[in-house]
């Protein structure tokens, strides 16, 4: 089952195709979808596998359903037009494992990604896969401000288990950084740089390890939800600018 709202901007318009992050849900990015749209972008937006609408929550089976589940989406909408991905933090690792196991994409837009391993979550996911980890949204280092709208929003996931923590931080970002050396696209790696859930050393391993063309962008000040942060309308900005040199 799949469940993406596609905004197109016409028929033959560049695809951006967006992947959330952890425990969110793609109409989150709504605001995001129609200030591409009126860029000249068609954009779907799509609820990554235990998210948004689909059951059941917070689990997955295999990383590489993630991969079948874009191939899907992209069959049929596709249409014979560049694509570009663009996630933000697992989302990106959902974009970049993409990228590398698919040679069909014309650029990615990489957004706050993981990419160093974090030992607790292999041994987790191997000893305590139906565990789960309880997700806090009031986390005052996601972003400087959050409304109690935001907070509870009943679209956003409460927890997620370990087995999707093992599945996609550990074993999928591995596929991940094996690949980078033959990335096969231009890639804009976007990083905040007060961000203390994703340090910003983060971005510049990924960066380091990527061939040209690439380019990284920070955000002094942003923490790690920098699309929803207070350096929004430059993310924005940069993110237009950057599709327009390769659309």
């Known amino acids: 089952m799949l469940s993406y709202q596609l905004y197109e901007h016409t028929k033959g318009s560049p695809l951006v195709l967006f992947s959330h992050g952890l425990g969110e849900y793609g109409t989150l990015y709504e605001p995001l979808a129609k200030q591409l749209n009126a860029a000249g972008y068609s954009v779907i937006l799509y609820d990554v596998r235990g998210h948004g609408v689909l059951e059941p929550k917070g689990t997955l089976k295999d990383y590489q359903d993630l991969i079948m589940d874009i191939d899907e989406i992209l069959n049929q909408n596709r249409r014979d037009r560049k694509v570009f991905l663009m ?5 990106a690792m959902i974009s970049n494992l993409y990228a590398v196991t698919n040679r ?16 607790a979550v292999k041994w987790m996911g191997l000893l305590f ?9 009031s986390d005052p280092r ?3 401000e959050k409304t109690n709208a935001e907070i509870e929003d009943l679209n956003l996931l409460k927890s997620v288990s370990f087995k999707f923590l093992y599945e996609t931080i550990h074993k999928a970002n591995k ?30 391993a990924l960066y ?10 920070v955000y002094p000040d942003s ?25």
Do not use: F
């Not at 094996?178 to 890639?187: A, E, F, H, N, V």
């Not at 380091?208 to 962008?217: R, T, V």
């Open 87 to 91: 996630g933000h933090s697992m989302g």
């Open 104 to 119: 069909e994409i014309d650029g990615v837009i990489s957004i706050g990604y993981q990419y160093h391993p974090i030992k």
């Open 129 to 137: 896969p139906k565990k789960r980890l309880y997700l806090n949204w």
């Open 142 to 144: 996601s972003r400087h």
């Open 175 to 204: 596929v991940v950084r094996q690949g980078l050396k033959q990335y096969p696209c231009p890639i804009l790696v976007m990083h905040g740089g007060a961000d203390k859930i994703v340090p910003l050393h983060n971005a510049h």
């Open 208 to 217: 380091d390890h990527l061939p040209q063309p690439k380019e990284m962008i």
């Open 223 to 247: 923490y790690h939800d920098v699309l929803l942060d207070i350096d929004q309308t430059l993310v924005v900005e940069d993110i237009i600018n950057w599709l327009n040199q390769y659309k």
